[in-house]
């Protein structure tokens, strides 16, 4: 989507001739207000709108702790959000920061992992009843079992059983709490500043809720220790990035979890590449949800395809350094 329906852009009372894309994500279509006035995004279908209600009171609360980030822009009529041809549209302000697709340095993970133990401190004595909900985002089982659903005889069939295969090692997690997440840590919606070098805010908000140590920071190393990203046709697990982002974590807020959450980072990043690795496969076979980048590859399946297998091949990198991973988190 290029064009803003002027019905949107009215809503704020902004003309639709302002507002250009913004280029990357996976889920949402995001687009720039003026000169940085504002974002206004077009939600995935999987979100409803009081998605924007709860984005709403958790980043209220992050602010009254003196956070940084983005905060819900009401429209003129004080509506959290537009409705228009059974599309979401949210405004948010901006934040002036830089958004990285891979982590530089240890320094940078080092950052980003003390913005994250901030975050947790802060809404570790957050009250809130979450009006959206994803069900089963990290339902490892059942993004398994539509992986099996799908498996065939043919050369995407050979990738879907190579990551069941790896499914089949897989530890075992600890029994942990549920905790309030952001849900979706990648590199990506950690916003930094160079000079001097600091880590802003979280951004991408439609992913707060409960949720578990294990997946959310196992998931945000997925994506921060892997440098060459999920598009590359290799990947490597980065054992410094990891460890200097557990380091920045665990100084902030290395009191509020408990054994079992640390080692549960470790076996979380192994299962949430898997997991993943089955979810892009699954989109191999469905060509309906992952976003895609049709300046690199053919079609979506291609682009998932790769994703993967990258996916795939990071779960066992991870596998192979398991035991210094689990010294780096029990500190």
Not at 198 to 218: H, I, K, N, P, S
Not at 254 to 264: P, W
């Amino acid at each position: 989507m290029t064009m803003i329906p002027p019905i949107v852009a009215a809503a704020w009372g902004w003309s639709d001739q302002a507002i250009v894309p913004l280029v990357g994500g996976l889920i949402n279509q995001t687009f720039v207000v003026g000169e940085r006035l504002a974002v206004l995004q077009c939600l995935h279908s999987v979100f409803d709108g009081v998605v924007n209600l709860d984005l709403e009171a958790v980043t209220d609360h992050l602010a009254a702790r003196g956070m940084v980030t983005p905060r819900l822009i009401r429209t003129r009529d004080g509506h959290g959000w537009v409705d228009h041809d059974g599309l979401v549209w949210r405004a948010l302000t901006w934040v002036d920061g830089e958004s990285l697709h891979a982590v530089p340095s240890p320094a940078w993970a080092e950052a980003g992992g003390r913005l994250v133990g901030r975050f947790h401190r802060a809404v570790a004595d957050l009250s809130y009843d979450y009006k959206f909900t994803r069900i089963g985002v990290h339902d490892t089982a059942a993004h398994l079992q539509r992986l099996r659903d799908r498996v065939d005889d043919g050369p995407d069939g050979d990738l879907g059983r190579r990551i069941l295969d790896a499914a089949g090692e897989l530890p075992s997690l600890p029994s942990i709490p549920s905790r309030h997440v952001h849900g979706d840590l990648k590199i990506s919606n950690v916003m930094f500043r160079r000079e001097p070098l600091d880590a802003l805010c979280l951004v991408d908000l439609d992913t707060f809720g409960r949720g578990t140590m294990a997946f959310e920071l196992g998931d945000a190393m997925r994506s921060w220790c892997n440098p060459h990203g999920e598009d590359a046709g290799s990947v490597r697990f980065d054992v410094p990035i990891f460890a200097a982002a557990i380091r920045g974590f665990l100084d902030v807020a290395g009191d509020l979890v408990s054994t079992d959450e640390r080692r549960s980072i470790t076996i979380g990043l192994e299962t949430v590449c898997i997991e993943l690795a089955a979810r892009f496969a699954v989109d191999v076979f469905d060509d309906r949800y992952f976003g895609w980048d049709t300046t690199r590859f053919a079609s979506r399946r291609d682009h998932n395809r790769v994703r993967a297998e990258g996916q795939l091949a990071l779960g066992l990198a991870v596998r192979a350094a398991r035991d210094e991973a689990m010294a780096i988190v029990s500190g």
